[in-house]
């Protein structure tokens, strides 16, 4: 219970980073912002909604089963590295002027945002 509890709040951390990201590239006018808010909007069904909801999505009947799974797994991958990406620009942000210190609790970070993305998939 307390585990699934843990994957939860990760899960939801990781959609804050990831939108924080896509703030950012919409905000500095990037070309990358409209794909990768496509697929954060697509992952967000997936992890609030769970898969069946987003395999209704693209239901028809000539869309393929793999098809939804592949779309699935790129946008939990997109989800994944614009949420390192969010959590290294707000790392970068803070005022502080030696940030090697931040790097084993970044590497742990990110194997836990992993860890908790592969669960949900």
Excluded: C
């Excluded at 997936?46 to 239901?59: A, C, G, L, P, Y």
């Excluded at 939990?76 to 620009?89: C, H, R, T």
């Amino acid at each position: 219970m307390t585990l699934r509890l843990f994957n939860k709040f990760v899960l939801y951390v990781t959609l804050v980073l990831s939108f924080y990201a896509w703030l950012e590239l919409y905000l500095n006018a990037s070309t990358f912002w409209l794909p990768i808010g496509l697929f954060l909007f697509i992952a967000t069904q997936s992890i609030v909604f769970k898969k069946r909801t987003v395999s209704n999505i693209f239901s028809g009947r000539h869309t393929l089963n793999y098809f939804t799974v592949l779309t699935v797994i790129f946008s939990l991958f997109v989800l994944y590295s614009s949420s390192i990406y969010g959590l290294a620009l707000i790392l970068f942000k803070l005022p502080i002027y030696d940030k090697s210190y931040f790097i084993f609790p970044y590497v742990i970070t990110i194997l836990i945002i992993a860890g908790s993305l592969i669960d949900s998939t």
